[in-house]
């Protein structure tokens, strides 16, 4: 499992690059795409009090140690892959024992969701208002009309 974090960019664009760069570094890695995640933290990076966001980023890889002889490659294609997305790019990269790590999956449901396995659920207590009704709809009438009795 690899996984790349992104610090001070905004989710959206990290979820952009998720999906730009899956296939390409799991091809680097020699793996399913299936074992490359990406992960988008609410945050904000500083400098001496002044928000560096997207002017200055930190991406952190955590991989297996057997990985660590792909690590020149790895960073040059993530490097060039952000582009003009951010300003500054520093990269730092931390290896772990495969006997380190522990999942679960759950086989009643799909690994990861994806476009091909949503599923849409209707509300029905919303389905036959007509417009206008229902816990959105605004009073306009005198809230103060007991009060002015």
Do not use: C
């Amino acid at each position: 499992m690899i996984t790349v974090t992104i610090y001070g960019l905004d989710q959206f664009v990290v979820g952009r690059l998720s999906r730009e760069m899956t296939p390409n570094l799991a091809k680097l890695y020699e793996l399913d795409e299936s074992e490359i995640l990406f992960v988008a933290p609410e945050n904000m990076v500083f400098h001496n009090g002044v928000e560096q966001t997207s002017w200055n980023i930190i991406i952190h890889v955590n991989a297996p140690k057997k990985v660590q002889v792909l690590q020149d490659q790895v960073a040059k294609f993530i490097l060039e892959s952000i582009g003009d997305v951010a300003i500054n790019k520093i990269i730092e990269f931390y290896y772990y024992s495969q006997d380190d790590r522990y999942s679960k999956f759950n086989d009643n449901y799909p690994r990861f969701i994806a476009s091909d396995n949503l599923v849409d659920i209707a509300n029905e207590d919303y389905e036959d208002m007509e417009e206008g009704e229902g816990d959105d709809e605004i009073f306009t009438g005198d809230i103060f009309q007991n009060f002015n009795d």
